[in-house]
């Protein structure tokens, strides 16, 4: 009988192994699940059911607005751009380009006596000029436009109000091609990790025999 036996017990491990990934993997889903549905507040024998994605979406939205707020819209970060030398140097052409434009065809209109006696030589030496100009005000200029902007809006503020009133669609959502990428490799994962539990517990469990 021992022989016959014996099969059977290493079934047994085999099937606590399979089930423990099967357990891994059901874990995850019920997870994915909870975490959008139900989407609205429902009651079941008196309890109250909603996903924690709906249900945490404010506090969640406040917490993400701040954070982008704080950490990738900083305005101190966006002044020492803004007021990088190299940023005018990128803007340059075009500026040149519009001086060049109310020297020659603006300036005509507005004062055609004026422009009557102003040729190319002047044009270049005034555009240059406005050029150096412009080069030395533009830090400052920038950094008192971003002041003004920095105390009339908070980003974090204004990224949180859109987050919290975006419309959570879980069918959309799981429906994603890349969502649903991610979700499939999260239980597997799951089953994975369920998998690798229960061949611990049945190796344990054989080392413990001896």
Not at 30 to 43: A, G, K, S
Not at 121 to 144: D, R, Y
Not at 172 to 180: D, S
């Amino acid at each position: 009988m021992q022989p016959a036996d014996k099969p059977m017990h290493w079934l047994h491990y085999i099937l606590l192994v399979v089930f423990s990934g099967i357990t891994g993997w059901l874990v995850i889903r019920i997870v994915l699940f909870i975490t959008f549905r139900p989407q609205n507040l429902v009651r079941v024998w008196g309890i109250k059911l909603q996903g924690f994605l709906p249900k945490n979406q404010p506090e969640i939205a406040k917490e993400l607005g701040a954070l982008v707020g704080r950490e990738i819209i900083s305005f101190p970060v966006i002044k020492q751009k803004a007021s990088d030398p190299a940023l005018f140097e990128k803007m340059k052409p075009e500026i040149e380009q519009h001086i060049d434009h109310f020297l020659r065809e603006r300036l005509k209109d507005s004062f055609p006596m004026l422009a009557m006696f102003i040729g190319d030589k002047t044009i270049n030496q005034l555009k240059s000029a406005f050029l150096q100009e412009l080069e030395s005000l533009f830090p400052a200029v920038m950094n008192s436009y971003l002041t003004n902007l920095e105390s009339g809006i908070d980003p974090g503020s204004m990224i949180g109000e859109k987050l919290a009133s975006f419309p959570i669609q879980p069918a959309a959502i799981l429906l994603n091609k890349t969502a649903r990428k991610l979700f499939t490799c999260l239980q597997w994962l799951g089953f994975g990790a369920g998998f690798l539990l229960g061949l611990v517990q049945v190796l344990i469990f054989l080392f413990l025999r001896q």
